[in-house]
C-alpha cells in the first residue's frame, strides 16, 4: 500500500537544505519498491522553495545501497546501448537541432554540445564508468570520481581507469580544472545540493560548464504513479527536484542557468508500471524487460516533449 497525500509537518523535519527554512509539508509516503532493502520514508516539500527530500533522513545513506546496486557494477544492455552512443555523438559536428533530437531520445549523451577532442571533463558519481569509457574513446580526457569502491573496480577493470575512489568533498582530483562537469543522476543523491554544486563550480575551469541529469518530480508520471514513480528510489535519492527547484538550487550556488528541460528516462513508465501493480512493494522485475522498455519508450519521449518527462536536464555556468 502506498499513501500520496499533502498533509502539512512542523520543524520536526529539519531545516531545508537549499533555503534553510524550516516548513514542510509530507506529498507522498512508501518503501523501497526499486531494490527492496525495506524501510517506511516520506518525501516532504518545503513550503518556502519547494525543494523536496526524504523524511527520516538516512543516518548512514550508503547502509541502503546493496551489494549489487545495479548503477555501480552491472554491465546491461542499455548500459551498452548509452555507452555507443555517447561513443558516437560526443566529439561529433552535429546541427544544433539535430543534437537536441539525438539527447532528447539519449539523454545520457547530453553534454551541453559538442565536445572538443582533448576537453577536460570530470564525470562525477562515475559509477561503473560507463560514460567514461564512451567519453575517452570519443577523444575526451575524461576522468571520473565514485564513492563506491566495488563501482571504481568495475569501471578500472572494465577499461575506465581514470575513475577514481571520491566524491567532491574528498576528491583526489581537485587540484585539476575542468572544461565540463557532469553530474548525471548524481546530485539527488548528495546530502547538501547547494555544497556539492558550489564546490562543482570552483573545480569549473574559466568559461566551463556544469551538465546536471535529475529524475523530475514535477513530471506527470510522478503525478500518476505517487510513491510507485520509479524515480524516487526511496531513501537513496534524498532530494527530489521540480524545475522550478533545481533552477533555485542552481542560483544559490552562484551558477547562471543556460538552459533546464525535461527528458525521457528509458524503462521509467514500465518500472513504475511494475511496482503499482506490485501494491507499491518491490517490483517483481518484468519492468526491466527491455523489450517492454522500448514498447513504451515513445510514451516517454512525448511526455518529455509535451514538458512533463521524467527526468530533468540542466546546463549552467560559474556566475560572472
Do not use: K
Not at 533522513?57 to 551498452?80: E, F, K, N, S, V
Not at 582530483?173 to 547547494?194: F, K
Not at 569549473?204 to 551538465?211: E, F, M, Q, T
Not at 508500471?273 to 519521449?301: C, N
Amino acid at each position: 500500500m502506498t499513501i500520496d497525500h499533502e498533509a502539512p509537518v512542523g520543524a520536526t523535519h529539519g531545516p531545508c537544505r537549499v533555503c534553510g527554512a524550516d516548513e514542510a509539508r509530507v506529498v507522498l509516503s512508501g518503501t523501497d519498491h526499486r531494490e527492496g532493502v525495506g524501510g517506511w520514508f516520506s518525501v516532504v516539500a518545503c513550503r518556502a522553495c519547494g525543494l523536496a527530500r526524504v523524511d527520516p533522513w538516512p543516518d548512514d545513506p550508503m547502509a541502503w545501497y546493496p551489494d549489487a546496486y545495479q548503477q555501480h557494477t552491472a554491465q546491461t544492455l542499455t548500459g551498452r546501448v548509452v555507452e555507443a552512443g555517447v561513443r558516437r555523438t560526443a566529439t561529433r559536428p552535429m546541427a544544433p537541432a539535430l543534437r537536441a533530437l539525438v539527447t532528447a531520445a539519449l539523454p545520457d549523451a547530453a553534454m551541453g554540445g559538442q565536445l572538443a577532442a582533448g576537453t577536460r571533463l570530470l564525470d562525477v558519481g562515475a559509477g561503473n564508468g560507463t560514460a567514461v569509457r564512451a567519453l575517452r574513446a570519443a577523444g575526451v580526457d575524461a576522468h571520473g570520481v565514485e564513492p563506491e569502491e566495488r563501482a571504481v573496480a568495475a569501471a578500472q577493470t572494465g577499461g575506465a581507469p581514470t575513475v577514481v575512489t571520491g566524491t567532491l568533498e574528498d576528491n583526489p582530483l581537485a587540484d585539476m580544472r575542468w572544461d565540463v562537469i557532469r553530474m548525471y543522476q548524481t546530485l539527488e543523491h548528495m546530502p547538501d545540493p547547494v555544497d556539492a554544486l558550489t564546490r562543482a563550480r570552483e573545480l569549473l575551469a574559466p568559461g566551463g560548464r556544469l551538465v546536471i541529469g535529475v529524475p523530475n518530480f514535477g513530471s506527470l508520471g510522478r503525478r500518476l504513479f505517487g510513491a510507485s514513480w520509479d524515480g524516487l528510489e526511496l531513501p537513496r535519492h534524498l532530494h527530489h527536484f521540480t524545475p522550478a527547484s533545481l533552477g533555485q538550487t542552481l542560483a544559490r550556488a552562484d551558477l547562471d542557468v543556460t538552459s533546464i528541460r525535461t527528458v525521457a528516462l528509458f524503462g521509467l513508465l514500465p518500472a513504475s508500471i511494475d511496482a503499482r501493480t506490485a501494491g507499491g512493494t518491490r517490483q517483481r522485475g518484468w519492468g526491466r524487460s527491455v523489450p517492454l522498455r522500448a514498447v513504451l519508450y515513445p510514451v516517454e519521449l512525448l511526455a518529455a516533449a509535451l514538458g512533463m518527462g521524467d527526468g530533468l536536464l540542466a546546463v549552467a555556468h560559474a556566475r560572472t
